[in-house]
């Protein structure tokens, strides 16, 4: 294996957050769940953007946040994800490029918009997330350079793109190239198991050797595996995957690898802000640390910090030095 040029790649949502406040009755006349995630169309979004107070537009998507963590702790980052040729794309693009982090995928014209993601943030610190996908539900296996994979340590992929055809299809062929390059495929589930059908495609992946490394919370992973205790969803996925992490929120995050188990605490925060993108940040910490060589139990004490950081202020993207804070 040769060395590589990034340490780590994401496949994912190319996403612009929209951030705003509101009570639990604004929740309850919109019929939305506290803390769910849906899916909307073009014209859904547009009613309940109209319908939000005031908001902050800050660049998002899953994987996208986790590579924003990664470069901000000082390794090499890249990101693939679609947009569109429109203001949110452009807004897009330029965070990516600011933090850092490699982005070089045509956006697209004349299709659906660039993606966005309303947020409502209850004062319990709570988000409700309402995506519609569009542009970034476009990405093809065309669009992605193999040769940036082939070079990069580690593949992330994320599970909001495993249900659309062709992003899937892009994804699986990102992992067919990593592993001919000797590379380590990692998978977050997400929240996309809350999907109908996407379990049974899930299970198929990580059974065909996929992925190596699997990202989940308490919840996804009993959804997954059918197994209510979690010891029992471990030892399940043990046999399906290398390293399966596992984050439970308060109570904070276990691992298995190898037949090595290795548990942490959360790390306490003064007060917590908002929740969005406490996972995404946990995956950058975790795997910086596995790219710097750390142990499981350090990896999982950096994405403990790293979520700890995440969740102190409003928006997924890392505010304070991480670099200071993990100190990998």
């Not at 705003?20 to 979004?45: H, I, N, P």
């Not at 596995?290 to 202020?313: F, K, P, V």
């Amino acid at each position: 294996m040769t060395s590589s040029q990034f340490d780590v790649v994401a496949i994912g949502d190319a996403i612009v957050d929209v951030i705003a406040t509101c009570d639990d009755a604004f929740l309850s006349e919109r019929g939305l769940v506290k803390g769910s995630m849906q899916l909307l169309s073009t014209g859904g979004a547009d009613d309940l953007y109209a319908a939000m107070g005031s908001a902050r537009e800050i660049s998002g998507g899953s994987a996208a946040n986790s590579m924003a963590g990664v470069a901000a702790l000082g390794l090499r980052a890249a990101f693939a994800g679609q947009i569109a040729t429109d203001q949110l794309g452009d807004i897009f693009a330029h965070d990516m490029a600011a933090l850092g982090v490699q982005f070089a995928t045509p956006p697209l014209s004349g299709g659906p918009p660039t993606g966005r993601c309303l947020i409502l943030v209850t004062p319990d610190a709570q988000r409700t997330m309402n995506t519609c996908p569009g542009a970034s539900h476009e990405l093809t296996a065309h669009a992605l350079d193999e040769e940036l994979i082939r070079s990069s340590t580690v593949t992330f992929l994320e599970g909001y793109l495993w249900g659309p055809e062709k992003p899937r299809q892009a994804m699986l062929k990102a992992a067919e190239i990593a592993h001919s390059a000797g590379r380590t495929v990692a998978f977050t589930l997400s929240e996309s198991l809350c999907i109908p059908g996407r379990r049974e495609g899930v299970l198929g992946m990580l059974e065909s050797g996929t992925i190596d490394v699997l990202f989940g919370n308490e919840d996804e992973v009993r959804q997954l595996t059918g197994c209510q205790g979690l010891s029992d969803c471990l030892q399940a996925l043990a046999q399906r995957v290398r390293t399966a992490v596992v984050t439970r929120g308060a109570a904070g995050a276990v691992a298995m690898s190898g037949g090595a188990t290795a548990e942490v605490q959360a790390k306490p925060v003064a007060r917590i802000v908002d929740t969005t993108g406490a996972g995404d940040l946990f995956a950058a910490g975790f795997i910086a640390a596995q790219c710097r060589g750390r142990d499981l139990a350090d990896s999982l004490t950096a994405g403990s910090l790293a979520a700890a950081e995440a969740i102190s202020h409003f928006g997924a993207r890392p505010e304070a030095d991480l670099k200071e804070i993990v100190r990998l």
